[in-house]
């Protein structure tokens, strides 16, 4: 258990609200009261909250009031329903996880003005939620950084966390590895020694050829061909009619003629596992998720196995999403609606 109180087991992430807001419901009525009692109601203990840069600060660094009004009402609503939140700072104006995929750079690892923002935020982030219990808010330093060399990330977590402390000395901090916080990146990570209100966040999507099967943001995008889960992802055939077609997919695509079942999700994961249990810490999965664009009762088995796992070696989760494409209400792909709770979906990620 955390010392600060901070006790988490499943969760849910709030996404496309304050960060990737793609326009899809007024911020007012897309999260609302009613929302976080559902989600008490259904069996989570927690939301994490991704929050962007550009959202919440205007371009001089000032707050944007409504927003920050729209996050302080969530974490009161927390508190009524009796739910822990994580606020998560997903994406900078000098960082987005997903630059390198899409033609963009990122300023943060060379620019010490974005290292000063990057701790400036947090500071002003500090000033508006510390009157929250840390036994109930905690706050997630970055989503998925992608450093060219890790030694950069961890040297703006040292910094990071030394400010922060300063402020706030028993908030818990979630820290996950360089480069989307994969599992396999764990080793490489460097948490600061003796804090024990740290939690290590990892993520995971693999194997990623089924999770995003025809998602139009990944650089396999064309295939249209079959995926499967469990068992070898895709076929010897369909994967080398479909290279011939892009050779320059081979490496993108090459895991996902493995065999992928529960045995290998729990073996992805092995090295986030064996840092936390170095690090005597705990370790939580604060994103997964597949897309409802594959066979229905093979998405439901690949939830089903990798909850098992995160349960097997007590790392707590928050599934990728509540509303949206990966959400736990069916989606309108045309509408970009949320319709009807999953219910089966909903009973393997809470167990109701």
């Not at 609200?17 to 109601?41: C, H, V, Y």
């Not at 990071?160 to 028993?170: F, G, I």
């Not at 895709?234 to 003629?257: A, P, T, W």
């Amino acid at each position: 258990m955390n010392p600060s109180g901070f006790e988490i087991h499943r969760g849910v992430n709030l996404s496309h609200w304050l960060s990737q807001n793609f326009g899809w419901s007024p911020k007012a009525t897309f999260i609302t009261e009613r929302d976080m009692k559902f989600i008490a109601s259904i069996g989570y203990d927690h939301v994490r909250i991704p929050i962007d840069e550009a959202e919440l600060w205007d371009t001089t660094g000032k707050q944007i009031d409504e927003s920050f009004t729209y996050l302080t009402n969530c974490l009161d609503w927390c508190g009524k329903y009796k739910l822990r939140a994580i606020v998560d700072l997903h994406i900078l104006r000098s960082h987005y996880f997903n630059a390198v995929n899409e033609g963009g750079s990122n300023s943060l690892w060379t620019d010490t003005n974005a290292q000063n923002t990057f701790i400036h935020l947090w500071s002003d982030l500090s000033g508006r939620l510390k009157q929250y219990p840390v036994s109930m808010v905690a706050y997630e330093l970055m989503n998925e950084p992608v450093a060219d060399n890790p030694g950069d990330w961890n040297k703006l977590i040292r910094t990071a966390v030394s400010s922060l402390r300063t402020l706030e000395p028993n908030r818990v901090f979630l820290i996950g590895s360089n480069r989307w916080q994969s599992p396999g990146t764990f080793p490489a990570l460097e948490v600061p020694e003796n804090d024990r209100n740290i939690i290590l966040s990892m993520h995971t999507y693999s194997p990623l050829f089924f999770t995003h099967h025809t998602a139009s943001w990944v650089a396999f995008k064309a295939y249209q061909g079959p995926v499967h889960y469990p068992g070898q992802v895709v076929s010897d055939s369909d994967y080398h009619s479909f290279v011939k077609q892009d050779s320059v997919l081979i490496h993108v695509m090459e895991n996902s003629r493995e065999v992928w079942n529960k045995q290998k999700l729990a073996e992805e994961q092995l090295p986030a596992i064996k840092k936390a249990k170095e690090l005597g810490l705990q370790l939580y999965c604060g994103e997964f998720g597949c897309l409802p664009h594959v066979d229905r009762n093979e998405r439901l088995a690949y939830y089903r196995d990798l909850i098992s796992v995160f349960d097997e070696h007590q790392i707590a989760y928050c599934n990728w999403e509540y509303k949206g494409d990966f959400g736990i209400y069916t989606f309108d792909f045309e509408k970009n609606v949320s319709l009807e709770p999953d219910l089966d979906l909903i009973h393997i990620l809470t167990g109701n």
